[in-house]
Nanobody
Framework: QVTLMESGGGSVQAGGSLRLSCVAS?????MGWFRQAPGKERERIGV????????PVADSVKGRFSISRSNGKNAVYLQMNDLKPDDTAMYYC??????????????????WGQGTQVAVSS
């Protein structure tokens, strides 16, 4: 069982930045980030292949968020810039050894972190 630990969430004013980190207990093929706001469906922000190639991020965060990873640290990062109140959500790190989870936007990840809260005030 792969365990994931997120960090870096918090409260920030609109226009600010945060960087989320996630460390996995072992290296996995695909790592990514999702988020879920109260009363809304879970949203896939983006994923990243083991060679460091990220998928396109969700349209809602395009141009503001970026994903990177460090295989040496079994870690994935989410850099969030120009944050907006609509970005307020619980952010989850995910990982899976199956390549389909990176290639298919509807694929389900098997391993999830407990989440880190991001709150953006106007």
């Amino acid at each position: 069982q792969v365990t994931l630990m997120e960090s870096g969430g918090g409260s920030v004013q609109a226009g600010g930045s945060l960087r989320l980190s996630c460390v996995a207990s072992e290296n996995t093929f695909c790592m990514g980030w999702f988020r879920q706001a109260p009363g809304k469906e879970r949203e896939r922000i983006g994923v990243i292949y083991p060679n460091g190639q990220p998928s396109p991020v969700a349209d809602s965060v395009k141009g503001r968020f970026s994903i990177s990873r460090s295989n040496g640290k079994n870690a994935v990062y989410l850099q969030m810039n120009d944050l907006k109140p609509d970005d307020t959500a619980m952010y989850y790190c995910t990982a899976d050894s199956r390549p389909v989870t990176c290639a298919n936007a509807s694929a389900e990840f098997r391993h999830w972190g407990q989440g880190t809260q991001v709150a953006v005030s106007s």
